[in-house]
């Protein structure tokens, strides 16, 4: 077992990565950024917006989503990392070693892994990985999702896949608890209320609560105990708050839809801290 880096390798401003889904069936934005170039114009957008990372995927890992083949998937994202490569840091969202290694051959330096598998990909190919925990897969993870103590069986699964991952030899590891991948309301919330129990693993954390549907069924409650979650594009307070919050505690990078006012808030929560 190895042991987790310095904690002053990756600087102190917490980093903001903004998402580019190329995909039809994304949850919060599926088919807007499917063609190409609309993905490509957005991920410039996101950068003149202060992104420090652009996330890539070509796969939905929403719940019950339609799995894509390798050679689709492909298709999907290199044109845009090769694209976009040159002006900002580019993550590949996936869980396929084919598609890992072809993005980071069109230029992605970071491997966004939400099956935590890919670690000997990002060993073999020299760049960075983000462990992310989740329970079950995307047909079947919001069932039933089930822990005896969520915070102890998240914090340790990350704390092994990021000590195997180091020894191999992967000099960048994140650990993601993996926000609604196979986790109730209650347990999202439990997560963030000890991203500090994370964060003293002592590999640096990475969060996405961005637009996801815990928000929608809060914001909902606050605004008069609807029944219904507020619709995904009306989760922004929500989504810049759990972001804020999660720095305030330690993480050091928030995956997000919406980078402007995220970077606004990450400002403000450095300048109080
Ligand atoms: N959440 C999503 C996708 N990838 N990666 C990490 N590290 N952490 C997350 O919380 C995370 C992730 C789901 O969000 P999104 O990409 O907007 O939706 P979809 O999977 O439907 O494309």
Redesign the pocket.
Known sequence: MSTPPAPDRLGVRPLVMG?V?V?P??????GRFFDPSAAIAHAHRLVAEGADIVDV?GE???PG?EPVGDAEEQRRVVPVIEAVAGSVRVSI?TTKPSVARAAVAAGATLI?D?SAALDGVAAETGVGW?A?HRQGTPATMQLTPHYDDVVAEVSAYLADRAARATAAGVAEVWV?P????GKTATHNLSLLRHVNVLVELGWPV???T??KQFLGRILAASDGGAETATAVDDRLEGSVATAAWAVAQGARLV?V?DVRATVEAMAMAVAAA
């Open positions: 998402i889904n995909t069936d994304s949850f919060s934005d599926g995927g939905s890992t929403r989503a969202d966004n939400v983000v992310m993601d993996g926000i609604g991948f990475a969060i996405g961005s637009r995956r839809h």
